[in-house]
C-alpha cells in the first residue's frame, strides 16, 4: 500500500498496510493478529526495540534486529548477539559482535564491547530470540558495571522500561554472583520495597507498620495550640502608658514643673 494512501503507518511494524484487515505487510510479512477472545485485547510485540539508555543503548528480540529498515530508522550502527547460534544477518550494514559462550553468561566481554561503543558515542542493540531473558541481563549487568548501580536498581530500570522481562533462574543466579563480584558482600542494611517484591531476587515485603522517624514526632504542643482567641487579658486598658518620671531639672523651686516647647504660649506681638 502506497504511504500517501494512508496518514498513519502500523504501530507494530512501522510500515503503511491495512493492518487492521489483516493485511499482510509488502515489507516486513507482519500480520495483525486477531484478538484471542471476545474483549480480550491481542498481544502484539513491537518491531521496534526499547530504549534504554537514551541515544545509546536498546534492548530487543531478533525480530528486531532483523529489522534492518527500524535499526537505520533508530541510527542504531552495532549489534550485541547475546545467542552463540543466532545469525548475523546484516554484516555488510551494521558492526555486529556475538558472544561465543552460551552459559555462564559473558558479563564482562559484553560490557568492554559496550564501552567501546559508549565512547564512540554508536547507538547499539543488544538482542537475544526474545528480548526477555539473556539479553536483559546483559543490559543489567552493563548498568551495574558501568553506572555503579546495585543489581536491585539495574533491573527495576530495565524492568520499567521493557515491561515483558522475565529472567530465568540461572540468569539471577549469575546476576547476582557478579554483582558479588563488582561490589563485594553487601555492607548496608537493605531496606526492601514492595517493588522488589517483584523482581525475583529475595527481596520480600516488610512486615509490621513503617516507624516514625523521631525527626517527625512531635514534642510539645504548638505556639497556636497554647493560645485561645477568645482569652482576653484582664488587667490591661488600651492606650494608658506608663507615667515617666519627672526630671528635677525641669521643676521650679516651688515644684510646678517647666512647659515644653510646644506648649509656651506663641508671640501675640
Known amino acids: 500500500m502506497r504511504k500517501r494512501e494512508r496518514e498513519n503507518p502500523c504501530g507494530i511494524c512501522g510500515h503503511y498496510h491495512k493492518y487492521e484487515e489483516g493485511e499482510v505487510c509488502g515489507v516486513c510479512g507482519h500480520r ?7 474483549g480480550a485485547p491481542s498481544r502484539h510485540e513491537s518491531a521496534f526495540p526499547t530504549e534504554v539508555l537514551k541515544d545509546f543503548l536498546f534492548l530487543g528480540s531478533y525480530d528486531n534486529a532483523s529489522r534492518s529498515e527500524v535499526l537505520r530508522t533508530l541510527s542504531i550502527s552495532h549489534i550485541l548477539n547475546t545467542v552463540p547460534d543466532c545469525h548475523n544477518l546484516y554484516k555488510n550494514s551494521f558492526t555486529y559482535h556475538s558472544l561465543q559462550r552460551d552459559r555462564p553468561l559473558d558479563f564482562d566481554e559484553a560490557n568492554q564491547y559496550l564501552e567501546k561503543c559508549e565512547r564512540d558515542k554508536s547507538r ?15 543490559v543489567a549487568a552493563f548498568l551495574m558495571k558501568s553506572r555503579g548501580w546495585r543489581l536491585a536498581q539495574s533491573f527495576q530500570w530495565v524492568k520499567d522500561r521493557r515491561p515483558q522481562v522475565q529472567l530465568t533462574d540461572a540468569s539471577q543466579k549469575e546476576l547476582l554472583e557478579y554483582e558479588l563480584k563488582l561490589f563485594g558482600p553487601s555492607t548496608q542494611t537493605l531496606v526492601p520495597t514492595e517493588s522488589f517484591a517483584s ?3 529475595g527481596y520480600t515485603k516488610p512486615a509490621g507498620d513503617m516507624q516514625t522517624p523521631v525527626f517527625n514526632q512531635t514534642t510539645m504542643p504548638s505556639i497556636f495550640e497554647r493560645f485561645n482567641p477568645n482569652d482576653r487579658p484582664t488587667n490591661f486598658t488600651f492606650g494608658v502608658e506608663r507615667k515617666a518620671e519627672a526630671n528635677p531639672r525641669d521643676n521650679n523651686s516651688d515644684g510646678r514643673v517647666n512647659p515644653t516647647s510646644t ?5 501675640s506681638s
Do not use: Q, Y
Open 199 to 201: 523482581l525475583g531476587f
Open 32 to 38: 495483525w493478529k486477531p484478538s484471542d477472545g471476545e
Open 263 to 267: 506648649e509656651n504660649l506663641m508671640d
Open 124 to 138: 547499539v542493540l543488544v538482542h537475544c530470540m526474545t528480548g526477555k531473558n539473556r539479553s536483559a541481563a546483559i
